[in-house]
């Protein structure tokens, strides 16, 4: 079993307003071609470069779905981690991701209701440094405590 397998993500006890999170990224045709793939999604402004510029376009463009794949990973896999569950997710895209183009995406957590056992992050994704290329809200319940019978005794088994 790979060491990864038992890793747990922050519970919302470890989780405070302001811990943040920042992720740079790149989608290649490859990954693209992967998503038309398993999606068969064929819309040709995702993989013609000359449909792209005949509508407007300097080229292909990452599909956004594709970018809401990195946050919710990112929230799966970093903040709050393995065990999170997404529970409401806001996008709103403003500018275009070409092929290979890197983002940075940048998370915040901008509240912690303890009494819902949620955590609201704040994303904001640019490209080239300084263009605004998305915002998000996104809603997670972070993972809870697992509880761990020895000898009949329920004990909380605390992240390490």
Same mark, same amino acid.
């Given at each position: 079993?790979?060491?990864?397998?038992?890793?747990?993500?922050?519970?919302?006890?470890?989780?405070?307003?302001?811990?943040?999170?920042?992720?740079?990224?790149?989608?290649?045709?490859?990954?693209?071609?992967?998503?038309?793939?398993?999606?068969?999604?064929?819309?040709?402004?995702?993989?013609?470069?000359?449909?792209?510029?005949?509508?407007?376009?300097?080229?292909?463009?990452?599909?956004?779905?594709?970018?809401?794949?990195?946050?919710?990973?990112?929230? !799966?896999?970093? &903040?709050? /981690?393995?065990?999170? @569950?997404? #529970? %409401?997710?806001?996008?709103?895209?403003?500018?275009?991701?070409?092929?290979?183009?890197?983002?940075?995406?940048?998370?915040?957590?901008?509240?912690?209701?303890?009494?819902?056992?949620?955590?609201?992050?704040?994303?904001?994704?640019?490209?080239?440094?300084?263009?605004?290329?998305?915002?998000?809200?996104?809603?997670?319940?972070?993972?809870?405590?697992? !509880?761990?019978? &020895?000898? /009949?005794?329920?004990? @909380?088994? #605390? %992240?390490?």
């Amino acid at each position: 079993m790979s060491e990864d397998s038992h890793r747990k993500g922050k519970t919302i006890d470890e989780i405070v307003e302001g811990d943040s999170l920042t992720v740079n990224e790149s989608l290649s045709d490859r990954d693209i071609l992967l998503y038309l793939g398993m999606t068969n999604d064929n819309n040709p402004l995702y993989i013609q470069h000359e449909y792209a510029k005949e509508i407007g376009y300097k080229g292909p463009v990452v599909p956004p779905v594709l970018l809401t794949g990195i946050i919710t990973s990112s929230i !799966s896999k970093l &903040l709050p /981690g393995p065990g999170s @569950e997404v #529970v %409401n997710l806001s996008v709103n895209f403003m500018l275009p991701v070409y092929h290979d183009e890197n983002v940075t995406l940048n998370f915040e957590v901008i509240k912690v209701d303890m009494m819902k056992e949620v955590v609201t992050l704040s994303i904001t994704g640019t490209k080239n440094e300084d263009e605004r290329i998305v915002d998000a809200i996104v809603m997670v319940k972070p993972p809870k405590k697992r !509880s761990v019978s &020895l000898n /009949g005794i329920n004990i @909380e088994e #605390v %992240n390490a």
